[in-house]
């Protein structure tokens, strides 16, 4: 039997996957027994002949290249699974699916497919399972809702403005997903909370009409002193409002107003990149982008466009590749006459020229993945890229203005409008939503700016819910309708509310500015000189001393660490400045070893600082370790430490641990395109560190310890050479390259993870040849969580010539002298404790001690 058949009781079960297929093999259309057939990542265009296996149940034919439906499908009567997804299909004649009335699972997804065939209406009494995301509907298809007993629909990425109500009226839906909808009914925010929260919605919407909500999050972003305060606080106030350079944005700062029937949500964020670190967080989709742009500072020279245009660009397309972008150019009173002109010119050729080369970039990628010799290993990289294909940046025409001069305010204004009031620009923009929601909203301004509401704006989400209640209209809000309109008011930017996070669960911030406040307090420009600058009353209510801060000062210097007696004293120190004295313990908690407070729940939750416990002494009278358990360690233990990566300096500390790069380790590298985004490694640095808690950490490297195996990590961040290095030493005998490959796909999989937060960004792993010299590279084929990397014994290098092993080169468990035993159904997970998995391996990774000598 052929590599890639299954025999299961007399051939029942057929996988040729990945076989470059143009036509079905004979041998396969001879066996009417035939009960499965997986012909995935093939290069089929026809299945002629499929009739023939009349009792099929089970067919595969994602990722092929089929653009016609095939109409054979409809004599394979007993089938109940049937994938078609990844292909260019456009249309579904009738008279198909009225044959296959036992149709459990359908997937359709990533076609090109705009309506449904009436009588997918026959399947209604079978058909659990339907995707269609990634197509072209425009409205919602009808036939899906005869669909009695569906259970999971998935419609994402497509063009749905209105959902049916009548879609979750019935009991049968479990799950449900709609994200990249311009949905305006209901709003995508709603979509965002749940199957609950919809049909929550449209229980709202049954006694009353809905209202439209005319409402832009507007994004102010650029370089530090290029006038977005005064931009914005001369349009909140209708007339020029000059802002002093001592009273610039520290972190971001939140407004509110209306033009017209449009509110408008101002986010002006600061420009000093130490506090980029926390803007990814808030810079969100469906918003208007004003860039700021100094252009008395701005020169026609690459030096100054990359610092005050193309950092914002890259970032934006990385984050938000379907943002809206309006670039202002300030300043214009103090340039000559003709340099304004002259550099709008400028900057937006080299803005189309960075879009440009993003563009061919992206083709290059997708040809040369297509070119390869075996393209069909390639098939899921290529779906991403033609994705990010179709997500590009709008760049709207540079706006000039004088922020001293009022006419130049109101042009602005009236082009901000202009654009809003575009539907092709912004289909978001009205969303329709239950009378309810916006009484609750109205009624939660009013709480968060009474007198008697501090101005942290912190509010305990029961306490909330009974002020809320106690007005005469909202007698009847529940907690359930509360908590989804919180999730809506979340969503647009009004408040924050973090439900996933344990510890603020139950913490409405009725005042976002405050939660940016809570972030400043640890990730600001020159927190040195805030930690120099802590009072002696602050050290002594600290049990500290001025001795203690000098050595907090050098350690955080050399280390980019602080010790929590540290952390306490500097936010004491800032918080009672501002008169916020009343909710320090709240904030930091209660003891050093007591109850946690909220700030460190937010930046670990962002990934911004890394707690680091001294190591620990186990507990000699302990009883055996269970898995799973933590370990029993004797009392005693040390003050907690936090490392904050992004404050981190170069040192030599790791490369002296590691002891310099092997020509025999085994090496591999993740290329980012356009680049590695700002702030990216520092958090991998925290979520790599949190699982592997041996590590050495320096400001573009890092090396972790698991099972006393070494791994380093180094960031290279150049243009057009942007990736991440990893290298780990060979092992001395061939069957430890399993535990080997799997530490590296671990570290690779937490690196996958964390860039999905950068729609726009591209990752490709690779290996370098292993001759000296040699420039080629090994691209990695999709890694799907189903299969090893490779099954072949020998690589050979197609520049070289030269013959590897394949264990050198990819993650490959040698032969074994004895068959190995079945291995049960995998998942890739990361946890703090646990198990990284990758096809049949593992990677047990237990507690390990802390070193940061």
Not at 288 to 312: A, C, E, S
Not at 343 to 349: H, N, V, W
Not at 463 to 489: C, F, T, V
Request: charge should be negative; charged fraction near 25%.
């Amino acid at each position: 039997m052929r590599p890639g058949q299954e025999q299961e009781e007399g051939l029942r079960e057929v996988t040729l996957s990945t076989q470059r297929l143009r036509v079905l093999p004979s041998a396969v259309l001879s066996n009417p027994t035939l009960e499965s057939l997986d012909l995935d990542r093939n290069k089929l265009k026809h299945i002629t002949g499929i009739s023939k296996l009349c009792n099929l149940k089970k067919l595969i034919l994602s990722k092929n290249e089929i653009v016609d439906f095939p109409d054979e499908i409809q004599s394979l009567v007993y089938l109940e699974k049937l994938e078609l997804n990844q292909n260019q299909i456009r249309v579904i004649p009738e008279g198909i699916f009225s044959h296959l009335s036992r149709l459990k699972h359908l997937r359709l997804n990533n076609n090109r497919l705009c309506a449904l065939p009436r009588d997918l209406a026959a399947c209604q009494g079978s058909l659990q399972y339907l995707n269609l995301s990634n197509n072209l509907f425009r409205t919602f298809p009808q036939p899906v809702l005869q669909l009695t007993n569906l259970q999971e629909l998935h419609v994402q990425n497509n063009a749905l403005r209105q959902l049916p109500k009548e879609l979750f009226q019935g009991q049968s839906l479990k799950m449900f997903k709609a994200n990249g909808n311009p949905l305006k009914e209901p709003p995508s925010e709603v979509c965002a909370g749940g199957l609950q929260q919809i049909l929550n919605y449209f229980t709202q919407l049954q006694d009353c009409s809905g209202q439209e909500d005319r409402r832009v999050k507007t994004m102010f972003l650029g370089a530090s002193l290029a006038g977005k305060s005064t931009i914005c606080k001369s349009l909140k106030q209708g007339q020029t409002k000059l802002v002093p350079e001592e009273e610039r944005t520290v972190g971001i700062e939140i407004s509110e107003f209306r033009i017209e029937d449009f509110t408008f949500l101002f986010w002006d964020f600061a420009g000093q990149l130490e506090y980029y670190m926390t803007h990814h967080v808030f810079i969100t989709p469906q918003a208007l982008v004003i860039l700021v742009i100094n252009l008395h500072m701005y020169q026609t020279n690459d030096d100054t466009f990359k610092d005050l245009v193309g950092f914002w660009i890259n970032n934006l397309s990385m984050r938000v590749p379907n943002s809206v972008v309006l670039p202002v150019g300030t300043h214009t009173d103090c340039c000559q006459e003709g340099e304004v002109e002259e550099k709008r010119r400028d900057i937006m050729f080299k803005i189309t020229a960075m879009l440009e080369e993003r563009k061919s970039n992206l083709s290059h990628f997708i040809n040369n993945l297509e070119d390869s010799e075996e393209p069909e290993f390639y098939v899921d990289q290529w779906e991403r890229l033609k994705e990010m294909e179709n997500c590009t940046l709008t760049i709207l025409n540079l706006v000039p203005i004088n922020c001293t001069d009022h006419r130049d305010i109101k042009k602005l204004e009236a082009i901000i409008l202009e654009h809003v009031k575009n539907e092709e620009l912004f289909p978001e923009v009205v969303r329709v939503l239950p009378p309810v929601y916006r009484q609750v909203e109205a009624a939660i301004v009013d709480v968060a700016q009474s007198e008697e509401m501090a101005d942290h704006g912190m509010m305990d989400l029961q306490y909330l819910l009974s002020k809320l209640s106690h007005r005469e209209h909202l007698a009847n809000l529940g907690r359930e309708l509360l908590q989804d309109i919180l999730r809506y008011l979340h969503r647009i930017g009004l408040i924050i509310w973090y439900e996933e996070i344990k510890h603020l669960e139950n913490t409405v911030f009725l005042q976002p500015t405050f939660l940016i406040t809570m972030f400043k307090l640890l990730v600001r420009y020159r927190l040195v000189q805030q930690l120099e600058s802590i009072s002696v009353d602050t050290l002594i209510g600290e049990h500290s001393t001025i001795r203690d801060r000098s050595n907090w000062v050098w350690t955080f210097k050399s280390k980019a660490m602080l010790c929590h007696r540290a952390v306490r004293a500097l936010v004491k120190y800032q918080l009672y400045s501002k008169g916020m004295q009343d909710i320090f313990e709240e904030i930091m908690g209660h003891e050093p070893h007591g109850r946690r407070g909220k700030l460190f729940s937010l930046l670990e939750h962002f990934e911004i600082c890394l707690e680091v416990r001294k190591a620990e002494a186990l507990n000699p009278e302990a009883s055996e370790f269970v898995p799973g358990k933590p370990w029993e360690t004797a009392r005693g233990h040390g003050e907690s430490w936090y490392l904050f990566p992004t404050y981190l300096n170069q040192t030599e500390e790791v490369s002296e641990v590691w002891g310099g790069d092997h020509p025999e380790d085994l090496h591999i590298r993740a290329y980012f395109s356009p680049e590695i985004p700002e702030g990216f490694f520092q958090r991998f640095l925290v979520k790599a560190c949190s699982f592997y808690s041996t590590h050495w950490v320096a400001k573009v490297t890092c090396l972790l310890i698991c099972n006393g195996k070494p791994l380093l990590i180094k960031e290279n961040n150049q243009r057009a050479y942007s990736y991440l290095e990893l290298r780990c030493r060979k092992p001395a005998e061939r069957m430890e390259f399993r535990s080997a490959w799997d530490f590296l796909i671990a570290i690779v999989f937490i690196s996958q993870k964390l860039s999905e937060q950068w729609p726009g960004l591209h990752v490709c792993v690779k290996t370098p040849c292993r001759t000296a010299g040699c420039p080629a590279e090994l691209m990695w084929p999709d890694m799907d969580g189903k299969n090893i990397v490779t099954k072949e014994e020998v690589k050979t290098c197609g520049t070289c010539g030269h013959r590897f092993r394949a264990e050198l080169l990819l993650p490959r468990v040698p032969e074994q002298p004895e068959a190995l035993p079945a291995q049960p159904p995998v998942h890739y997970y990361v946890t703090s404790y646990g198990t990284a998995t990758f096809g049949p391996s593992h990677v047990h990774v237990n507690r390990q001690n802390i070193s940061s000598e």
